[in-house]
């Protein structure tokens, strides 16, 4: 299981929005749940905004070379409206640099 924080849109940008979410390391996270508290998780992987789709493409291939060689292979991208699971699964296919991990 990966978990993948998406940049900031333009609007949040604008808006001034804040990133509540700290990256530990490669597997783990810590959310900041307001008056909740902070909350640790822990992953397979972590991407970060920071992280280009390539480099969470570089991370996910072999799933989609096991399902190319006929394997069985979900691919599922799980969050709230507007948490960034289109932009990883098929990014923005009119540039290079920006593609999403599907082929």
Known sequence: VYARCRPFNSLEKEEGGRQVVKFVDDTSLELDAGARGLRDFTYDG?????????????????????????????????????????????GDIDSETNQGITP
């Open 46 to 90: 972590v991407f970060s905004p920071s992280q280009t789709q390539e480099e969470v493409y570089e991370d996910t291939s072999h799933l989609i070379t096991s399902a190319i060689d006929g394997y069985n292979v979900c691919l599922f991208a799980y969050g709230q409206t507007g948490s960034g699971k289109t932009w990883t699964m098929t």
